[in-house]
């Protein structure tokens, strides 16, 4: 059974850090390009970042580059988002994701095969 748990939310002031952490287990963690998501109230899960299958490569919404860094730890089936310099507009839940499709390294929801429940960032103005 696959799982994806995701650590490391809470409330920061504008201008803070946060550091998400996600956890795999069930999947060969190496096989799997990994992203992150978000969903503010009322709006749609919009995607935020992801990174290869090796860690070689990444990608970004334009909205966050710069801020935020994705790195991944095969060893320890992990991944993380560095968030940096956050604004009440990163306000959301951050979900994690594992895809595995025939491609490099997925940056849509339709990309991804796993899901985990989420973790609640809040940034206060």
């Known amino acids: 059974q696959v799982q994806l748990v995701e650590s490391g939310g809470g409330l920061v002031q504008a201008g803070g850090s946060l550091r998400l952490s996600c956890a795999a287990s069930g999947l060969t963690f190496g096989n799997y390009y990994m992203g992150w998501f978000r969903q503010a109230p009322g709006k749609e899960r919009e995607f935020v970042a992801a990174i290869s299958k090796s860690g070689g490569s990444t990608r970004y919404a334009d909205s966050v580059k710069g801020r935020f860094t994705i790195t991944r730890d095969n060893a320890k089936n992990t991944i993380y988002l560095q968030m940096n310099s956050l604004k009440p507009e990163d306000t959301a839940v951050y979900y994690c994701?594992?895809?595995?499709?025939?491609?490099?390294?997925?940056?849509?929801?339709?990309?991804?095969?796993?899901w985990g429940q989420g973790t609640q960032v809040t940034v206060s103005s």
């Open positions: 994701a594992a895809g595995s499709r025939a491609v490099y390294i997925g940056t849509t929801r339709a990309s991804y095969d796993y």
